[in-house]
């Protein structure tokens, strides 16, 4: 047997999968599962800002009625969405704790958020309740034509900041690839503090029913061959960060979870695969990489981790090739 142990944000985790935030790590019976399947580590899916400074906003109410001041603090009332449930801060502690009671690998908590703004007290919490790591979603919709890159970018590195400012577990941060200068971004992420990165985040996107004349939702699960992009842009960065990179979106089998190792991951992150295939699927996938590693003559994952990043590459160009000529002059 092939030695799968793999290190990341300074955990030992026993094999490079890692099932990404979502509805498959929402409660503790899941996540039993997952770990009996023989996942390496689990991001539990994401609470929200807008969740945390609704509750907070409901303290602070409570506050203001028992005569104490914090009126200032109720602009934060802005954010909140009717459907936002209350509560739903404790049970996310109690499942942090309830989780880690009853299985060994790491659990990365997430929080997805838009601003450094109150919220950030909240991970403390995160981390006394025993998450071995914060994983921080960040997407601003570039909604505000008038802001520029650069004042839209800061908030990003302000979140990084504060956090690990307040906290000691190590802190990933989970990304889109919608910024203009991308490479950059994950670098300046790494100088302020952070220990991860994950790329890519798969947004919910629109859709159009052109029959009921309707805007729907696209498809909410990936397809494999929407790995391209993590990969090329995980093989572009792996020589540029000391920190570790978790590639995300179409990894669905052994194969790409090889390639992304490669290309220079640190470990893999899957959902959409495990939703269509069960959590049994991580034995499959398992065993896949187990079995390549042996073909080879690998005995653990450093000895091929990054072997094709684009650092390591006799002609590191093709990774950047983007334009069309070469292939139409090679398709009739
Ligand atoms: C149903 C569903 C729920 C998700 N919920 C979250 C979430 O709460 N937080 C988050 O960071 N990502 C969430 N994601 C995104 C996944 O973590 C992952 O980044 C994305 O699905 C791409 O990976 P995949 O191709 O393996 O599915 C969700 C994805 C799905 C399909």
Redesign the pocket.
Known sequence: MADLTTKYLGLTLRNPIVV????LTNSVDDIVELDKNGAGAVVL??IFEEQILLEAAHSLKKAQKDGMIYAEYSETLDYIDEHIKEKELGSYLDLIREVKSKVMIPVIA?V?CISAREWTTFARQIENAGADALEL?IFVMPFNFDANSIEKEQVYYDIVNKVKELVSIPVSI?ISPYFANLGRVITRLEEHGADGVVMF??FASPDIDINALKVTSAE???HPF?IANSLRWVAIMAKHLKMDIAA????HDGEAVIKQLLAGATVT?????I?KNGPDHIVTVLKFVNDWMEKHGYNYIDQFRGKLSQGKMEHPEVYERMQFMRYFSEIK
Do not use: F, P
Request: glycine share 8%; no cysteine.
């Open positions: 990404a935030s979502s509805g899916k994401s997430s997805n979603n989970k985040n798969r909410v699960l990936s929407e995300s979106t179409g990894i992150q899957m959902a959409s695969a939703y």
